[in-house]
Each structure stands twice: as C-alpha cells, then as structure tokens.
T-cell receptor, first 117, second 110 residues
C-alpha cells in the first residue's frame, strides 16, 4: 500500500494563478482532510469529507474549494492564489471506527510546500 | 471551539533523560491523538486514546478525561526522538475532525 500520497510536492505560483492539489489514498478510508501548517500556528483544517460526494468547511476554508468525486481522491483547489496561502498543505485520511462517533488513527500524506509570490 | 494548549513549547534534554510533554483541552472530546513530525518531514500518528494509558516501546501516553489533560512520556530519550510532538483532540461525532495544539519542539542532545 502506498498509504496517502500528495501531488505535487512543491509548487511556486504567482498571485492570481490557480492550481489543484491532489490527495490519494489506497486504504479505502471514508474520511479525508486537508490541513495547512504555518509557523507558530499549528495545523488548521481547511475542508474535510466524510464520504464520497460529500465535503464540508473546516476552520479556514476561504479561498479554497474541494471535491471528492471518488472515494480514494480528495482535491484541493485554489482559484486565485494569494501570498497568504503560502504554506505547507497536508492531506490525511482515516477510516470510520466502530460506531458513528468513533474514528481511527489519521494517516498523513508527505505534504505539499506551496509558495505564492 | 476546542482550545488545545501544549507545554512546554520547546524542550531540550540530554540523551537518556525522561521526557514529559503535556496537553490540555477545553471541552469534551471523543479521542486524543499524539503525532510526531521530524524537521522537514511528514506527520506520523503515535497514539490515539480516549481513556487510560497506552505504551509503544519507550513512549507512553496517558489521558485524564475528568481533568481534560494528557501527557506524552519518553523514557530513555535518544537523539532520534528529536522532533515536534503535536497533540490533537477529536470530536464531532459523524463529522469527526481534529483540533491541533501548536506542538512541542523536542531536542535530545547526545
């Protein structure tokens, strides 16, 4: 199993450009998450999905959109990149554990380092 | 919104020392996670616990639900333990999601 993979690993954008980050998992997990990590801020949730075809906003969703058309993939889009979106982006996935109020360990991708000039 | 506080922010130890990192949170949770991140590296889950204590090798995690507090202990610390240790709390039922602490940077000197 490859686990959780992210594409690309690094990217430099100019302000106003758009791009899509791809997260893929081969563990048949129901839940998938996109986080951003900034110095001194800790990880913050951007958007998440509790199953194929569903998405929901997290703590810092503005400027981002997501889609989960297939269970194994979770895409994060930046329609018009801004310097404030310079960050390291992590994707994670987890299976639903026993019972609706329980989930399992989160598995993280290797991260995407994005710089917006 | 759950507030997650970790202490200390930075910790320097000598090889072999016993390490304790603390985590406190403000509201009830389903589970608490301890994660490890090496410099420039990815994030690895160490523990997920909702009560009591768990042990993996030299790492021990405990949680006190009534006091809303968890500790991560490292026995016989080693330079390869140098990393950022992150506490995260999970809640939300079927909309399960994590709220993260800012992390504790541990440096273990030989």
């Amino acid at each position: 199993n490859a686990g959780v993979t992210q594409t690309p690993k690094f990217r430099v954008l100019k302000t106003g450009q758009s791009m899509t980050l791809l997260c893929a998992q081969d563990m048949n997990h129901e839940y998938m998450y996109w986080y951003r990590q900034d110095p001194g801020m800790g990880l913050r949730l951007i958007h998440y999905s509790v199953g194929e075809g569903t998405t929901a906003k997290g703590e810092v969703p503005d400027g981002y959109n997501v889609s989960r058309l297939k269970k194994q993939n979770f895409l994060l889009g930046l329609e018009s990149a801004a310097p404030s979106q310079t960050s390291v982006y992590f994707c994670a996935s987890t299976r639903r554990g026993p019972g609706m109020a329980s989930t399992d360990t989160q598995y993280f991708g290797p991260g995407t380092r994005l710089t917006v000039l | 919104k759950n507030e997650v506080e970790q202490s200390p922010q930075n910790l320097t130890a000598q090889e072999g020392e016993f390490i304790t990192i603390n985590c406190s949170y403000s509201v009830g949770i389903s589970a608490l996670h301890w994660l490890q991140q090496h410099p420039g590296g990815g994030i690895v889950s160490l523990f997920m616990l909702s009560s009591g204590k768990k042990k993996h090798g030299r790492l021990i995690a405990t949680i006190n639900i009534q006091e809303k507090h968890s500790s991560l202990h490292i026995t016989a610390s080693h330079p390869r333990d140098s990393a950022v240790y992150i506490c995260a709390v999970g809640s939300g039922g079927s909309n399960y999601k994590l709220t993260f602490g800012k992390g504790t940077l541990l440096t273990v000197n030989p």
